[in-house]
Structures are given as structure tokens and as C-alpha cells.
């Protein structure tokens, strides 16, 4: 990994969730790095813990689900601006002062459903004053004035009007562009862009991306992108993080990953979307059977059983670790290596 | 395939408008005009993909021509089994029941278009038992039948649509739709609820049911790539209009209309040496009940000119097979993709 001390630095985090029927594995041991000024991707198949992940790391998991083992490294901002020590976040109390302080201030979310995600019966303004007031030491008209100035960054028209309308009244472009105000309005260092153009149309999902993409560079924000569209993460990642099933498969450079990936799955995702350069009407290349329901993982790699290249007696029986394999890129299967996950 | 020119469906100057009402006798002050004069056919065993932004008329053109909603205007001349051409628009309910079994739908939704208290056997057998197969034996072996046909195993026959994974019970909608026979099956979204490694089994086999029983596919989704994959021909839809209709590859590589311009270069690509994303198109997709004037693209086109503002332009053949509605269509030179 780089040199330079990441802003976001998380170990071996696992989160199960311990319901009736028996324990999830949600999040098995995931580990990684999110350099400041990086659009750190994270991709995966429903079921896969990359939204878990995303709220284990704001300390947002419910019951039954628990952070069951692993570290989360923050790395705190002074007031003048000098970086000091990491903070352990899974050591804190998920409701303490601490906590709430970072949520929302160092770390903000945009969430998936804009429509779920404002209240509507508070205007848009009244909910981003909220923010910045609960954050930054400013009275209600200063606030006002911060609110105005981020609609206007994210490129909403007549926002002096849209602050006091509500957020049904918005179409779900400027709905999705209010949401990134807020979550951009206390300056947070950490973005986490939890599938942020799922719910939109084409148009508005290249407007909203370029959008994100112009603010981050402005701010050398860090976000972690999360979708399960590979053209989305060609498109906005830096570096990418493939998961299946709890596990992180593979990671590199968002350029090593679709050109040169080495894990089998990556290989098979790749090769079973659609493009737009190929010969049209020809049976795509597919990935066997469906994903497996969280209770019955399979033993061994979790992918084993759709993997063309499985190994006998080994991927069935033992989990690979993740490993460096090649210049910044990491693999977890016995093809590269042979180092497994320790009990 | 077996693809012939033979029209299977001609849709001719479609229009469905929701009126507005307002006040306490529900007097109604306007419509909201969702499909507003749309014009196409289909020809048998070809797939005719409807793209377009939410909102802009895709699904209610689609219910439209399955009669699960009636249209306000216009004609929808269909050609039965038998070879007879028949308007769907001015048919009844009765004279529509011995159609149906022509026309079927599979649904985006895979959990919510299943009841989750009736069985595979229920589910998939109930619209062969609505159209007289009232024998169970013969029934269950149909739907057994069907099953293998969509990758599924007939031992799951007694099983809740709950045991199955997204892909399963889209296989089982698919099975569903496919039961009765249909020459026309209208799928709307039927892949945009599912995972990218589920997604192309459920395409393949589409591709496969339609080569084996000749189907004919309306074909309603927003993800391009997967639409040039899957369709012969592309109609763009922008609020409640086609703006431009082609074969899929010309659509994509040679655009002729602004609208679709901008779209493809919206289409994220999986592959971080292509950068998209040039065309920026600004604003907000115009509501259908308060549309602009002239052309209703005209706010947000780059190209637009004083014409545009006035009249509404006609969608014209510019070359052959090959519709848009656009004035300045030919004379601009527009970038497409692959």
C-alpha cells in the first residue's frame, strides 16, 4: 500500500448478525485502505456485505447484528487542520459523544433511497440547518446561508426556493443533488456513497457522478463508492474492491481489475455484463447456479461451487486469505497462492 | 431466428392521457399526456426494445397494447394465429379473452409478481387451467414440461415461490408467461431487479425460449447495454413520444436525434479506459401534464433553433427503417457509441 498514512484504514473487520435461525456472517474479515482524495470502490452481488461494511464503519449496525471482531481506523483532523492519531471507531460507543460527532461531520453518507431519506413534513433547508448546527457552532442564519451555498455547489436552480419546499416536491434528481448537499455540508473527509444512482435515471446518474466527482476533487474528500454496477465503478473508482459472500475477493487499481483480474469471479462478473462493444444477441458467458442464502455458505472459498477452476479438496475445504498478488493488487484464491484465512 | 417481415403488431398514433381533476365535482382542468401520439411496429420473431427515462410512457405504452389499461386513441392492429388483423384498441372484454392467450407479460419484479401462498404448480398452471385445461394430470405435466424448459427442476412443483432465489422466480414468471403459448410477450424490465451474475442467465435464456418458439419481444428496460444486446430494433421514448427508432446497432454508433445522443453518452462503460459522460445534459425531464412547446426536448438540446421552440416535429423516416423526430435531423453530426 501507499506510503502516505491512510485516512481510513480497516482490519479484519467481521459483523454477524445472531438471528433464530442461526448466525450470519455477514462481513467475515475484510480488510482495507481508503487513501485521502480517493474514490475507493467497492463492488458486489446482493448479500455480499458491502453494505454492512459501510455501516459497520459509521457504527450503524443493528441488533441482532454485532461487530464481532476486526479495527476501523480513523484518522482524526486537528483544528488547524494537522492530522493526529487514528482513532479505533469500533471501540467507541456507538452512541457516545465521539461517535456522533464523527457521523455526519468527518464521515457523511448518501444514502440509496433519496426518498426515504428526508423527512416530509420538514422543508430540505430546515433538515440541512439541522446538520450543520448540530456540527459546527453557528446560529440558525448562518446555517441558512451555509445550506444556500450547498445547493448552490450541487448545482440545484432557484435554490433560495428549494430550501423552503419540500423534499416531495423535488424531482429525484434534486432530490438525490439535496442529499449530497447535506451529507457535503459539514465538510466531511469521508464520503460514503452507498449505491448513490440506483434509484435515478441514465441521464441523471451522469450528472450526479460528474457532480461527485468535480466536489471531491474540490474538497480531496475520500469516498467509498458503492454499487454493484461495474460500469459506474470503471467510471468513478480509483481503486476497487470486489466482495462475494463476506469475503473480499480481490482489490487493486480500478485499472488492474478490468484489465488484468486475476480471481475467478471478477473474471466470470466482467465477462457476464453486457457492453457495449460486443456482438449484440449471442449467449453471454455466465456464472453458474445463484447465490447462496447467507445460512448455508459454503465451506471452503465461498465461491467454489460456480467457480470454473475450483480445486478439488482444496477451495471446498479451506478459505483462501487475501494476498498480494502482482503490484498493488490482492487476491484471496489458491490459484496465486496458498495461504489460508486462520481460524 | 425465424424472422419474417410480417407484422405482428402495428401500433398507429397511440395516445393515453390520465386526466387531472381538481375541486369538488372533479372537474377535470388537464391531462397528463403519458403516451402522446406514438407510432411503431414489431415485426414477428424480432425484439423491439423501448428505452427511455422514468416517466416518459415506456410502461403505459406496454399496458396499453396488453389491454391491462384502455388507451384514449388510436389503433393497435394485431395479427391473430389465425392471420387475421385485428384492433386491439376496439375490441371488448369478451372479444379480448380469446386473445390474451396470444399476448403475455413477464414482470420486473420477480418477488413481487408471485403469490407467495400458491405453488410453482399453481402459479405456472393457473392461466393454462383459465383457458380449459382442466385435467390436473395433464396440467401437471404441462407445467413439469415448462419448468425444465426455463431451467428449472419438476420436482420443484409443490414448492412456494419463497424457497427460490431472484433468478429462480424469474425463470417461474417467464414460465408463467410462456405456458399459454404466447406470439407476443411484452417484458418490462425483466432484469433490472436482478444481480449482474443472474442477469445474463435470465437474458440467455430468453434469447433461447425465443428462438425455439419463435416469440416476438416488447422489450421495456432503461440499462442500454443491455438493450443493445438484446433488441433487433430501439425505440427512444421522451416524454410520452418516440423521438428516434432504428436498428439497434445504427441507433447506437449513429444517433440521429440529440436525445439519444445524449443518453448513450450517459451509459456508464465498464471499462476505465473509455471515460463517458461528455454530453452533459442539463435540467429536468419536462412533466407530460405541463410539456414545453415545439419540440419538448427543445429546453435541454444544445442544437436547438428558433423552429424548435414553435413546432413540434414530425417523426419522419430520414432514411430507411430509420425514424426521428427531430428538425435538424441528418444535418447534425452526432457521436454514438460501440
Request: aromatic share 6%.
Amino acid at each position: 500500500m501507499d506510503k502516505q498514512q491512510p485516512l481510513l484504514s480497516v482490519k479484519n473487520l467481521k459483523t454477524h448478525f445472531f438471528m433464530d435461525e442461526g448466525v450470519v456472517k455477514a462481513v467475515d474479515g475484510v480488510t482495507f485502505d481508503v487513501q485521502a482524495g480517493q474514490v475507493f470502490g467497492i463492488v458486489g452481488e446482493s448479500g455480499c456485505g458491502k453494505s454492512v461494511t459501510m455501516k459497520a464503519v459509521l457504527r450503524l449496525v443493528d441488533p441482532p447484528g454485532r461487530i464481532v471482531g476486526g479495527e476501523i481506523m480513523l484518522r482524526r483532523t486537528n483544528e488547524d487542520g494537522s492530522t493526529n492519531e487514528a482513532i479505533d471507531l469500533v471501540k467507541l460507543d456507538a452512541n457516545g459523544k465521539m461517535m456522533r460527532d464523527i457521523r455526519g461531520a468527518e464521515i457523511a453518507l448518501i444514502p440509496q433511497e433519496p426518498m426515504a431519506s428526508f423527512s416530509p413534513v420538514h422543508t430540505i433547508g430546515d433538515q440541512i440547518c439541522e446538520a450543520i448546527m448540530l456540527h459546527q457552532s453557528v446560529d440558525k442564519r448562518a446555517a441558512r446561508k451555509i445550506a444556500l451555498q450547498m445547493l448552490k455547489d450541487v448545482g440545484i436552480p432557484i435554490p433560495e426556493q428549494r430550501l423552503d419546499e419540500y423534499s416531495w416536491q423535488l424531482s429525484g434528481g434534486l432530490r438525490q443533488r439535496a442529499i449530497i448537499a447535506m451529507a457535503l455540508s459539514c465538510n466531511p473527509r469521508l464520503l460514503i456513497a452507498d449505491e448513490p444512482t440506483t434509484a435515478v435515471d441514465v441521464t441523471t446518474q451522469a450528472q450526479v457522478l460528474r457532480l461527485l466527482r468535480r466536489l471531491q476533487e474540490q474538497r480531496n474528500a475520500a469516498i467509498i463508492f458503492i454499487t454493484h454496477d461495474l460500469g459506474v465503478i470503471a467510471q468513478m473508482a480509483d481503486s476497487v474492491m470486489v466482495m462475494y459472500l463476506g469475503l473480499v475477493m480481490e482489490q487493486g487499481p480500478v485499472e488492474t481489475i478490468f484489465h488484468n483480474a486475476k480471481h475467478p469471479y471478477t473474471q466470470a462478473l466482467l465477462r457476464s455484463i453486457p457492453t457495449v462493444t460486443m456482438t449484440p444477441r449471442v449467449n453471454l458467458p455466465t456464472i453458474s447456479g445463484s447465490i447462496p442464502h447467507p445460512f448455508n455458505k459454503p465451506k471452503g472459498c465461498p465461491f467454489h461451487p460456480r467457480c470454473e477452476k475450483s480445486i478439488a479438496g482444496k477451495c471446498d475445504a479451506r478459505t483462501p486469505a487475501l494476498q498480494a498478488a502482482g503490484e498493488r493488487q490482492w487476491v484471496s484464491c489458491f490459484l496465486y497462492h496458498d495461504v489460508e484465512v486462520s481460524a | 431466428m425465424t424472422q419474417n417481415n410480417q407484422r405482428l403488431l402495428e401500433v398507429k398514433n397511440l395516445k393515453k392521457y390520465f386526466p387531472i381533476q381538481k375541486g369538488f365535482f372533479r372537474k377535470t382542468v388537464g391531462n397528463v399526456r403519458a403516451v402522446d401520439d406514438v407510432s411503431f411496429f414489431v415485426n414477428e420473431g424480432e425484439t423491439l426494445g423501448l428505452v427511455g427515462e422514468s416517466g416518459c410512457g415506456k410502461t403505459t405504452t406496454s399496458r396499453c397494447i396488453l389491454r391491462a389499461m384502455p388507451p384514449s386513441s388510436g389503433e393497435m392492429l394485431f395479427r391473430t394465429k389465425e392471420g387475421n388483423v385485428v384492433d386491439l384498441a376496439k375490441l371488448n372484454r369478451s372479444e379480448l379473452h380469446p386473445l390474451r392467450v396470444q399476448m403475455q407479460m413477464i414482470f420486473q419484479d420477480p418477488y413481487g409478481s408471485l403469490n407467495p401462498r400458491m405453488t410453482l404448480f399453481d402459479i405456472v398452471g393457473e392461466p393454462l387451467l383459465v383457458n380449459g385445461m382442466t385435467n390436473r394430470k395433464e396440467r401437471e405435466q404441462r407445467v413439469a414440461e415448462l419448468l425444465k424448459l426455463v431451467g428449472l427442476r419438476p420436482e420443484y412443483l409443490q414448492r412456494f415461490p419463497h424457497a427460490f432465489s431472484g433468478g429462480q422466480r424469474q425463470r417461474i414468471g417467464i414460465a408463467r408467461a410462456l405456458s399459454v403459448n404466447p406470439r407476443l410477450v411484452v417484458a418490462d424490465e425483466p432484469v433490472s431487479a436482478l444481480d449482474v451474475s443472474v442477469q445474463a442467465q435470465i437474458l440467455n435464456l430468453m434469447l433461447d425460449l425465443q428462438k425455439r418458439m419463435n416469440l416476438t419481444y416488447l422489450f421495456v428496460a432503461h440499462n442500454l447495454s443491455v438493450v443493445r444486446h438484446f433488441c433487433d430494433r430501439v425505440a427512444v421514448m421522451y416524454v410520452g413520444k418516440i423521438v428516434e427508432l432504428s436498428d439497434t446497432l445504427e441507433l447506437y454508433a449513429a444517433p440521429q436525434h440529440p436525445y439519444t445522443a445524449a443518453l448513450m453518452s450517459a451509459v456508464p462503460v465498464a471499462d476505465p479506459r473509455i471515460k463517458t459522460g461528455n454530453v452533459e445534459l442539463k435540467g429536468e425531464v419536462p412533466s407530460p401534464a405541463n410539456p414545453p412547446s415545439g419540440c419538448y426536448f427543445h429546453p435541454r438540446c444544445e442544437y436547438a433553433v428558433d423552429k424548435c421552440k414553435q413546432d413540434a416535429p414530425v417523426f419522419r423516416e430520414i432514411k430507411p427503417n430509420h425514424f426521428v423526430a427531430c428538425h435538424r435531423a441528418g444535418e447534425l453530426k452526432l457521436p454514438g457509441i460501440g
